[in-house]
């Protein structure tokens, strides 16, 4: 058994990139006879260490279907979990026809927040959130006439870590926007994406990596400036060294600690507390303040 020709490899490569296969890192490719067999670290479906993948007298058309697990790739997939459509329905029970001073949508950085931004706002950010769940979630809030004078977006932390490509983000930021002033926010102020530590970065496990925060954040502040919604992020670098998470602030290299939580949420609370120019809700719709 020898190793096939760097060109045939890389016709073999396209066409396993073709099937879905996104991860080809661990992936050797062989020449066994006329066959073009596929070998993997990966624990493949019958536990085989090679397997054969195409027949290299037949152009190299499919012979049989590969036989091996890629590794998993990570995406938003929390509009299909339970628990995320409970909570979703929780904060409906408790907005459905309300209208709030200030709304804050965003991930688990957020979510740590809790209630501790004045009762007269709502904080619907939720673990794990990315702009994909979080255009669903308001969508509904939207559909039950949630109003948000002010509203405030905290996403891109969990989408740089996540498979979604620019054009998708973009499209997503741009309809959270448009759909925060549809809930009436005459105001929409953005916060980045956060950075993790330069350690979370380097593990995909846990965080993005750095140039991919900065990519996301690029689209942010393009989309902001298109969309005239507010950056908001002068307040929060106090969180960073450069652009990195600095390690006294958080707890794992990606959450806030309580000293971090405690400068994030004064830097809301300098947004709240911002004097507004005609911000309020029509009250002709007649919606109540909770």
């Given amino acids: 058994m020898s190793k096939i ?6 016709v073999i490569t396209v066409l396993f990139t073709g099937l879905g296969v996104l991860n080809l890192s661990r992936i050797q490719i062989y020449a066994s006879g006329d066959e073009v067999m596929a070998a993997s670290s990966l624990i493949n479906y019958k536990n085989d260490s090679i397997i054969p993948a195409f027949n290299a007298n037949s152009n190299l ?3 049989r279907p590969v036989q091996f697990k890629p590794t998993p790739i990570l995406t938003d997939n929390l509009i299909s979990e339970p628990w995320w459509q409970k909570q979703v329905k929780s904060q409906v029970g408790s907005s459905k026809n309300k209208q709030y001073k200030v709304c804050l949508f965003g991930d688990s ?4 927040l809790g209630n501790t ?10 673990g794990g959130m990315s702009t994909v769940s979080l255009l669903a979630q308001m969508k509904i809030l939207n559909s039950v006439s949630v109003k948000c004078q002010t509203g405030i977006i905290a996403i891109g932390t969990n989408d740089a870590d996540y498979q979604i ?4 983000f973009v499209k ?5 926007i448009v759909l925060a002033k549809s809930m009436g926010a005459n105001q929409v102020y953005v916060i980045p994406a956060f950075y993790s530590t330069v350690e979370a970065s380097r593990n995909p496990k846990i965080a993005g990596s750095i140039d991919r925060v900065e990519e996301i954040n ?3 502040r393009q989309v902001a400036t298109r969309e005239k919604a507010i950056l908001f992020e002068a307040d929060i670098q106090p969180l960073y060294q450069g652009q990195a998470l600095r390690k006294n602030f958080t707890t794992d290299g990606v959450h806030l ?4 939580i405690k400068i994030y949420r004064q830097a809301l609370l300098n947004i709240i507390n911002l004097p507004k120019q005609d911000c309020g809700v029509s009250q002709e719709s007649g919606i109540s303040r909770q």
């Fill in 218 to 220: 690029a689209f942010i």
């Fill in 109 to 112: 950085i957020s979510s740590a």
């Fill in 117 to 126: 931004l004045g009762d007269e706002n709502f904080n619907f950010a939720i």
């Fill in 172 to 176: 997503n930021f741009k309809d959270t």
């Fill in 5 to 10: 020709s760097a060109v045939t490899k890389s």
């Fill in 257 to 260: 600690n309580p000293e971090g």
């Fill in 61 to 63: 058309k499919l012979n």
């Fill in 165 to 168: 490509t620019n054009e998708a």
